[in-house]
């Protein structure tokens, strides 16, 4: 959606100041930097296809590398001149951080930006359709398979098989509708959506406008507790001790409180993770659900709402030629259970990472792979993950297509090694473990805190 009476222009040459900037940003001017050129983003703000806490997380800053990374040329090379006010006069140094270095950080962008160029120069941008042939048998299969079973089957083990198969059918969509939401299949925002609504809402049941809103925030601030709407699960799973804070989080608007209930479940939240993730998809719907009764200024609303409401019209149709109540309760949790592959895939990533906030002075690659993990796997096992293995890779380079991205890998092991960052990579046995240290180390610090208070207490009552 474009705001009213949008237009592009000539650039007019204005020069602000570095002090001249930063009083319009405290008068809440929503400014950000591109290429050294400053834009007025206001107007635009509600009309952002990928909501207005993509862009309110980079006011004031350079989002130069962000922007180029998360949306199609004619972006920002025509539709952005329409919000320019000015050349920026300052420098992009004005943020003092004592653990790193300016000139450091500039260069890791500069280089980071040789590689996205020869990215394009590869043609690893293009998307090879084929694969989407290859992708579109194995989902035809794994339904076909689930209806068979459960339609014409006459014991219990072939409904179980049933429900695997629909789990399995969620588990592999999930990658498609991931690639539509970053416009990694057309590459053209309005067809991506489509087939990402059709994808997401009515073979999954899940909003695709919810997941964008959330995922394109999670890209930003990705690992921050107090924005990062990925990481905040309290009162289940904490990554950081600073949920013991009770986190405001600027997704949800609301303070994540570190109440009796995280106080409960935190300290064995790594003997429960992989029980949670079994359950995760039921929060899906919650938050999908709620999101499209809530978001008005949402494209493809009313197409998402019908996508819906006609997937839970087919799966109910689906269970009640079930036998039996025993066995449609227990073909609702395997199929859901089954998708806990996912969660489990999506969290690994980021769950034995770093949380901590290093300040604006650090560039957009460094920030995404210090937050972020590899799985080293063997190519063909690259269609049970799903891209997901190369979640550094993609948090570096969103837009590239999922299928191209193990091609990307030796360059950008060639970028980490040009400017001294650490590619994180690590077997998927290894990398769970990576988690489960992580969340045993945080539930730890919570016992000691229950056990400190409770000596204190003790040393007062006597």
């Known amino acids: 959606m474009a705001p009213p009476n949008a237009k592009t222009f000539a650039l007019q040459h204005n020069y602000i100041s570095q002090e001249d ?56 090379k025509k539709k952005i001149n329409t919000f320019y006010i000015g050349e920026y006069g300052g420098k992009i140094d004005n943020f003092k951080e004592e653990r790193l270095s300016f000139a450091e950080q500039k260069l890791i962008s500069q280089t980071y930006r040789r590689y996205y160029s ?33 339609l014409y089957g006459t014991q219990t083990w072939h409904f179980l098989t049933s429900a695997i198969c629909l789990g399995l ?30 994808i997401a809402n009515f073979m999954g049941g899940l909003s695709l406008g919810w997941w964008k809103r959330n995922h394109y925030v999670h890209h930003i601030v990705t690992n921050d507790p107090e924005h990062d709407p990925d990481i ?57 659900i709620n999101f499209l009764i809530n978001e008005e200024n949402l494209a493809f609303r009313n197409l998402e709402i019908s996508g819906m409401i006609i997937f839970w019209c087919w799966y109910t149709y689906l269970l009640s030629f079930l036998p039996s109540i025993s066995i449609i309760i227990l073909y609702v949790l395997i199929s859901h259970m089954v998708t806990m592959l996912l969660h489990v895939q999506i969290t690994l990533s980021h769950f034995g990472m770093s949380t901590e906030d290093f300040g604006p002075l650090e560039s957009f690659p460094r920030k995404m792979l210090r937050t ?20 550094a ?66 040393r007062y009552l006597n």
């Not at 020869?118 to 299969?141: A, M, V």
């Not at 999930?174 to 087939?195: M, P, Q, R």
């Open 21 to 76: 900037f930063e009083k319009r940003v405290q008068s809440g001017q929503i400014l950000i930097i591109y290429n050294n050129k400053v834009y007025k983003l206001n107007k635009w703000l509600k009309y952002h296809p990928g909501g207005e806490l993509a862009i309110r997380h980079m006011i004031g800053k350079d989002a130069t590398d962000e922007i180029n990374v998360f949306h199609p040329e004619e972006v920002y």
């Open 393 to 458: 890779i993609h948090h570096l380079f969103p837009r590239v297509p999922r299928h191209n991205l193990r091609n990307c890998q030796n360059l950008v092991k060639g970028f980490c090694k040009e400017v001294g960052l650490e590619y994180h990579l690590y077997g998927f046995i290894k990398g769970n473990g990576i988690v489960l240290g992580a969340l045993r180390d945080i539930a730890n610090q919570v016992e000691l805190l229950g056990k400190v208070a409770k000596s204190h207490n003790d």
């Open 169 to 198: 059918f969620w588990h592999q969509l999930a990658f498609s509708a991931h690639d539509a939401g970053h416009s990694g299949i057309t590459h053209n925002l309005l067809v991506d959506n489509i087939i990402g609504v059709i």
């Open 372 to 391: 972020t993990m590899d799985v080293d796997c063997p190519w063909w096992m690259d269609w049970f993950h799903g891209g997901l293995q190369f979640q």
């Open 118 to 150: 020869k990215l394009h120069e590869l043609g690893l941008y293009e998307c090879d359709y084929w694969n989407y042939f290859y992708e579109s048998i194995r989902y035809f299969f794994l339904i076909t398979s689930a209806c068979m079973l459960l």
């Open 232 to 288: 905040q699960h309290l009162p289940f799973l904490a990554i950081s001790t600073k949920f013991f804070n009770n986190v405001y989080s600027s997704f949800y608007k609301k303070t994540l409180h570190f109440d009796a209930a995280a106080r409960f479940f935190i300290p064995f939240q790594h003997y429960l993770y992989y029980i949670i993730m079994c359950f995760g998809r039921f929060n899906l719907y919650a938050l999908s």
